[in-house]
Nanobody
Framework: QVQLVEFGGGLVQAGGSLRLSCAAS????????MGWFRQAPGKEREFVGT????????YYADSVKGRFTISRDNAKNTVYLKMNSLKPEDTAVYYC?????????????????WGQGTQVTVSS
């Protein structure tokens, strides 16, 4: 079992920045690829980005590429999502997720553990 808790959401003006953190406890953090997803009101959950187990590979949705950066610190059992140049359409509940195994994925069904989510609201 892995428990995930997200931190850092809030209200920010368009063009601003936020950094979300996701702290993991339980089994060895470094065995998991990590992903970030988001869900806006009335919409399906969508992929934001993912990072490999050792942090060497990242992959992003086109909608956030160049604005968002995922990183991880395996010594601290934490993955981060730095969001720059935020837009009102980035408003959503953001979730981190852990995927057992070496292959990262953009498919939410392939992730094994999920956090409770943190709200990000971007005002225009």
């Amino acid at each position: 079992q892995v428990q995930l808790v997200e931190f850092g959401g809030g209200l920010v003006q368009a063009g601003g920045s936020l950094r979300l953190s996701c702290a993991a406890s339980g089994r060895t953090f470094s065995r998991y690829a990590m992903g970030w997803f988001r869900q806006a009101p009335g919409k399906e959950r969508e992929f934001v980005g993912t990072i490999s187990r050792n942090g060497g590979t990242t992959y992003y949705a086109d909608s956030v590429k160049g604005r968002f950066t995922i990183s991880r610190d395996n010594a601290k059992n934490t993955v981060y999502l730095k969001m720059n140049s935020l837009k009102p359409e980035d408003t959503a509940v953001y979730y981190c997720a852990a995927k057992d195994g070496s292959m990262w994925s953009s498919k939410d069904g392939e992730y094994d553990y999920w956090g409770q989510g943190t709200q990000v609201t971007v005002s225009s």
